[in-house]
């Protein structure tokens, strides 16, 4: 129970935080316009803020909690450190998946012909800011 | 012929080059660098000169010029970018990126290199 109330109370602190890490998804996505969905979501599955992967933002979400357990568990079991990132190409399109700090991840879509290099260095840079911006909001609710 | 390591090693060799790069425009991701050191992120000028090929391969597209590029060559105050794409068997959407020290280098003898490496190299 009271880990269900932390949890919630966390939730409500994460929230806050939202309309910035939207601001940083829209930013992103006039940065590389190949994009065609960006999401921030806790490292357990729950949407922070989504910009157009519309009505799937759950469940990409959700995935995007699976294949972190996953990508964690192979960085770790093989000694290559904390999880990072984690990108995979499809018929269609790229799905790609960044650590942003230390509770959340930032999830980015793309066209088959973006350009991987820029994809990687402006997500990694944004995640960068995401996971401070969550990360603080995190530090804030602890402080009060 | 000459692969990828020993290609980069010959254009490291050309006089007044600070780095050197072996980008895959398809991707943006760079097969191989060498040099550049803190003055330049290879890695960096990989994923963006990507973007560079791109836009001119699109204006010359939409231009209806049937041709293809050489050679891109960009002038700064201290320094000279070249650019040369790939036409080698197999080695599709390919460029070399070499960035020079204006002072030092001699331009048209950096071209003329470049071009030859271009012309042994086999990815």
């Given at each position: 129970m009271r880990r269900a109330l932390r949890m919630r109370a966390e939730r409500r602190q994460l929230v806050t935080a939202e309309a910035e890490v939207l601001g940083e998804l829209r930013r992103l996505r006039a940065r590389l316009p190949q994009l065609t969905?960006?999401?921030?979501?806790?490292?357990?599955?729950?949407?922070?803020?989504?910009?157009?992967?519309?009505?799937?933002?759950?469940?990409?979400?959700?995935?995007?909690?699976?294949?972190?357990?996953?990508?964690?568990?192979?960085?770790?079991?093989?000694?290559?450190?904390?999880?990072?990132?984690?990108l995979v190409r499809g018929e269609t399109g790229y799905v790609a998946t960044y650590a942003a700090g230390a509770s959340a991840v930032l999830t980015l879509l793309a066209e088959p012909r973006i350009n991987v290099g820029r994809l990687h260095l402006e997500a990694r840079r944004s995640s960068a800011l995401i996971g401070e911006l969550v990360d603080g909001a995190l530090e804030r609710k602890d402080l009060n | 012929m000459a692969n990828t390591e020993t290609s980069l090693k010959e254009a490291a060799a050309i006089e007044g080059t600070i780095g050197a790069a072996l980008v895959d425009y398809t991707s943006g991701m760079a097969l191989g660098t060498i040099g550049g050191g803190n003055e330049l992120d290879l890695t960096v000028a990989a994923a963006c000169n990507t973007d560079v090929v791109r836009a001119k391969v699109r204006a010359m597209e939409l231009l209806g010029l049937k041709d293809e590029i050489e050679d891109i060559l960009i002038t700064l105050g201290g320094q000279y970018h070249l650019i040369r794409l790939i036409k080698a068997r197999g080695a599709n959407g390919l460029f070399l990126y070499l960035a020079l020290d204006k002072s030092r280098a001699n331009l048209a003898m950096a071209r003329h290199q470049l071009k030859k490496i271009e012309a042994d190299l086999e990815v």
């Amino acid at each position: 129970m009271r880990r269900a109330l932390r949890m919630r109370a966390e939730r409500r602190q994460l929230v806050t935080a939202e309309a910035e890490v939207l601001g940083e998804l829209r930013r992103l996505r006039a940065r590389l316009p190949q994009l065609t969905g960006a999401l921030a979501a806790s490292a357990d599955g729950l949407v922070l803020a989504h910009d157009t992967v519309d009505g799937e933002a759950e469940t990409v979400a959700a995935l995007t909690a699976a294949a972190l357990g996953v990508g964690q568990r192979l960085t770790d079991s093989t000694g290559q450190g904390r999880f990072r990132e984690l990108l995979v190409r499809g018929e269609t399109g790229y799905v790609a998946t960044y650590a942003a700090g230390a509770s959340a991840v930032l999830t980015l879509l793309a066209e088959p012909r973006i350009n991987v290099g820029r994809l990687h260095l402006e997500a990694r840079r944004s995640s960068a800011l995401i996971g401070e911006l969550v990360d603080g909001a995190l530090e804030r609710k602890d402080l009060n | 012929m000459a692969n990828t390591e020993t290609s980069l090693k010959e254009a490291a060799a050309i006089e007044g080059t600070i780095g050197a790069a072996l980008v895959d425009y398809t991707s943006g991701m760079a097969l191989g660098t060498i040099g550049g050191g803190n003055e330049l992120d290879l890695t960096v000028a990989a994923a963006c000169n990507t973007d560079v090929v791109r836009a001119k391969v699109r204006a010359m597209e939409l231009l209806g010029l049937k041709d293809e590029i050489e050679d891109i060559l960009i002038t700064l105050g201290g320094q000279y970018h070249l650019i040369r794409l790939i036409k080698a068997r197999g080695a599709n959407g390919l460029f070399l990126y070499l960035a020079l020290d204006k002072s030092r280098a001699n331009l048209a003898m950096a071209r003329h290199q470049l071009k030859k490496i271009e012309a042994d190299l086999e990815v």
